[in-house]
Every structure is written in C-alpha cells, then in structure tokens.
C-alpha cells in the first residue's frame, strides 16, 4: 500500500482532456516536489513531469502537471491512442530514496 | 544515445541467488546516481535500492534490506544487484534507473529484465 493514492484507471476518448489525481498528505507530496511518470507494457518507463509541473525536453506540451497542498494532478490535454499506459506519481524522500504511487491504468476509448 | 540495457533476470528457485547488471551508455556514468525499481506482475513501481557516485552512500527499501545489494563498476559503466535467498514475492521486471538530482526525479530508464522466482 503506497502512501500516494492514485485512481486505478481513468479514460477518455481522442481529443478530450484526461485528469490523473494523485492524493498524499504533509509528510509526503506536502513537502516534496512530485514527479510523473508514463510505462507502457514491456517498454522503459518514462519521465513526463518533474518538479511537480516541469516537462522534461521532448514530452509534448499536452502533458502538464500542477500541485496543490497535498494533491498533485497530471492533466493530458488532446487525447491520443497512444496514451493509453500506465501513469504513476512519485517523489523522493528526505533520504533521496523514490515513492511511488499505485499507478493509475488510462485507458483511450 | 542515453541508453540503460538490464540484463541477468531469469528463472530462479526459492533460496537461489541472482545478480543482474545494467549498462550504462552514452553519458558519464561514473557522474550519476543510480537507482533500481521493480514491478511485481499486475503491480506498480516500487523504488528498492539506489547508490551514489562512488558507491559509498547506499540505501535499500525495507523488503530487501539485507538480501540484495547494490553495487556499480564505474570503469565498467554497469550499476549490479546481487539478489540473494530470493522469495516468490520478488518476482518481477526490474529496471535500473539513474537519479537526476537537481530534478529529484529518474529522468533515464532501462527496459527492464525478469526475474522468476518458482520451484
């Protein structure tokens, strides 16, 4: 059980914008930046957003990350087919050791 | 190319012993933290282990701590895990990942290797 809550699964159809929540509280995400990250079956997984709403060179501007209190959300504006992965929230602790969420399943209808 | 290529998964029998390997390419190596995260089937990611530059700061997740250990030949550019009295939980894809600090974030993954552990 992780201490950041994800949902289990989320879905959109092409083109709407899809909203991933990722729930923690003041010991963790309330005191940490939170990453993101996208993993496909069987492929590496990649970093989508950093430092709670930074995108790393290379990930589409469609892929934005914001932070709240002891919320943090990845939102995916124009849903494409290929989205459809696994997406994870994550942070490092005080002992630069890596959390993560329980992963939300997205799925493109 | 920044590239990461697990390699050493396979079937193993409970108790057994396994070390995997990762290699590093196209960037310094030796400049970096590296870290390793598994996913059991049908589960999420789960950080369990990571080292720093020289091997001289290293950290485990509470469910390998004194079973695994981590380890990198910088000359080498390959970061280990040498995985010992292995259980059927540890079952998994394991990837290395290396640790951009200024970021707090592994901003490089490898695709991963697996590990069987069964009788």
């Known amino acids: 059980q992780s201490v950041l809550t994800q949902p289990p699964s989320a879905s959109g159809t092409p083109g709407q914008r899809v909203i991933i929540t990722c729930s923690g509280s003041?010991?963790?995400?309330?005191?940490?930046?939170v990453n993101w990250y996208q993993h496909l079956p069987g492929k590496a997984p990649k970093l989508l957003i950093y430092?709670?709403?930074q995108r790393p060179s290379g990930v589409p501007a469609r892929f934005s990350g914001s932070k709240s209190g002891t919320s943090a959300s990845l939102a995916i504006s124009g849903l494409q087919s290929d989205d459809e992965a696994d997406y994870y929230c994550s942070f490092w602790d005080a002992s630069l050791n890596g959390v993560f969420g329980g992963g939300t399943k997205l799925t493109v209808l | 190319e920044v590239q990461l290529v697990e390699s050493g998964g396979g079937l193993i029998h409970p108790g057994g012993s396994l070390r995997l390997s990762c290699e590093a390419s196209?960037?310094?190596?030796s400049a970096w933290w590296m870290h390793w995260v598994r996913q059991v089937p049908g589960k999420g990611l789960v950080?369990?282990?990571?080292?720093?530059?020289?091997?001289?700061?290293?950290t485990y997740a509470d469910s390998v701590k004194g079973r695994f250990t981590i380890s990198r030949d910088n000359a080498k550019n390959t970061l280990f895990l040498q995985m010992h009295s292995l259980r059927a939980e540890d079952t998994a894809v394991y990837f290395c990942?290396?640790?951009?600090?200024?970021?707090?974030?592994?901003?490089?993954w490898g695709q991963g290797t697996r590990v069987t552990v069964s009788s």
């Open positions: 430092r709670n709403d």
């Open positions: 950080w369990i282990s990571r080292i720093n530059v020289d091997g001289t700061t290293i």
């Open positions: 990942a290396r640790g951009r600090l200024t970021w707090g974030a592994f901003d490089i």
């Open positions: 196209g960037f310094t190596f």
């Open positions: 003041s010991l963790n995400i309330g005191r940490n930046t």
